[in-house]
């Protein structure tokens, strides 16, 4: 069985602060992680290779700093490891980056494609279902719980608003992982080491046989029109009085405003 | 590709055991303004099995034109048959603009469709409206909602965009308003169906839809524990309010996640939104800043959440609200 994982390098979003006074972001100093739905497929893949031997590829495209969590994943236990990185992949929105991706996936052999449901930079939850489509691949996304009968066949439980569904599909497949589906296993010590003494390939435009007009800025149909930091609204009234002063001022407020 | 070929604003209606989501007739309200900036009609993309009579709904909403398939294909929602019904039409019709809700439905087709059909698609904007250009700008919240982007898709159709439930107004329904109902047969290719749905749980008995409440009681690390929720619960009941809160008191499994607002959660814009013990991080100032009238409680009067709200009070929340609770009471 092979697997192959799509990661992604993020900003750890969490971490972002926005200056009050400006409103604008706070970049400095804040750590590059592996996206967290993505580290749940990864931890997903691992399990399917605890139980059935699969082999594991890792992929990621960005730029050559986003090794780094090929290393990472190279330490959780993957076995195949490939940075996808090319200046012709700049500025691509989520369709030009799936055209890539897909490119590249195209030169791989697999069973069953994983991706994260979501970046959290990004937050569109794209990238998944259009690589799907161009690789003319079934897809299952936000998936919960994953079941493998160990020939072909995969039973998913998707998780959705007010419950969830279970259905069956075949590989080759695509599914789009949830980060509260599985809990990453941390690296291990050996892992870490050797992560470092282990090849990652490095892919480029002239590995992926796609048309250059699909790709990058080119071949993107969103541009950003404009971007801006959500601005600082007007303060408020504050008051710092005593509990029973305080609950006079909300209502005489919410009377004023007709809520009550 | 012709883009003067391509009019009409979109929304794919999406309907669950065959009652239309609450989503759709917000966008059909917000496409009524963006078809009428553009001089154009609001078409609804119905599709489901034994659906058509849920037609006049969507016109007394707001459509001009209901195209509807009804399929026993399209009995559950399923990628593939889905895309393959959406794109016949967009084919047939040539949409300008395709609108559908940011939910687990939405994000699933939406992404497929922007593949198939090789144009652009914006998740979860927060704001739509027509350039003078006559484009649709579509502002949405990036990096964990720290920064606030506006996209155009220029050079192809349909111009595509989810939007979260909660974020766009419902017209109010006018059972007079007149409209046109189209049914489309789509010729589906069934080798591509390959996804077979086995089942569909529902899993919580007494669902609540926070994004419609008018008030909100919203709950943070401050107040999460159980003499504090007690003291929450109260003030709701006496308020007719519903309880929601930040991420942190639902990690803690003190509160379900369909009451988490934020981010991850559900976005809301509630008459008053009262925040108790929450700090705002951004990620839940993201799904509550639009809230008609904000009331924070906090002890850290350098909080957050004070930045956004209305009226602050620094404070022990608890005793406030106990204080609250027992005056409203009279």
Redesign the interface.
Known sequence: MNIVVCIKQV?D??E?K?N?TTGT?IREGVPSIINPDDKAGLELALRLKDQFNAHVTVITMGPTQAEDVLREAYAMGVDRAILLTDRKFAGA???AT?HALAGALRKLDFDLLITGRQA???????????I???LDL?????LQHLEFDGKKTF?IK?????????????GP?VVTVLSGAYKPRYMNVRGVVESYSREVEIWGFAQIEVDESKLGLVG???????????G??A??????????E??????S??KE?F?? | MEISAYKGVFVFVEQRKGNVQNVSLELIGKARDLAEALNEKVYAILLGANVSDKANQLIAHGADVVLCVDAPELADYLTEPYSQAVCHIVNEYKPSILMLGATTIGRDLGPRLSARLQTGLTADCTKLEISEEKELLMTRPAFGGNLMATIVCKEHRPQMSTVRPGVMRSLVADPSRKGEIINVTVPFNKDKFRVKLLSSVKEKSEMVDISEAKILISCGRGMGNAECLSIVNGLAETLNAQVSASRAVVDAGLVSHDRQVGQTGKTVRPDLYLAVGISGAIQHLAGMEESDYIVAINKDKHAPIFQVADLGIVGDAKLVLKQLTERMKK
Do not use: W
């Not at chain 1, 959290?120 to 259009?130: E, R």
């Open positions: 900003p979003t969490t972002i926005i009050p972001l929105d989520t369709l799936s959290i930079d990004g937050d569109t939850a794209q990238v998944g279902p259009q799907a489509e161009h079934p897809q299952v996304s936000y039973t998707r998780k959705i608003e007010d419950g969830y569904e279970m259905l069956q599909v075949d497949c993107s149909p969103t541009r950003v029109h404009k971007a801006f930091s959500r600082v609204k303060a408020g009234e504050l008051y710092e009085v005593d509990a029973n305080a609950a006079g001022i909300i209502i407020k919410l405003k809520i009550i």
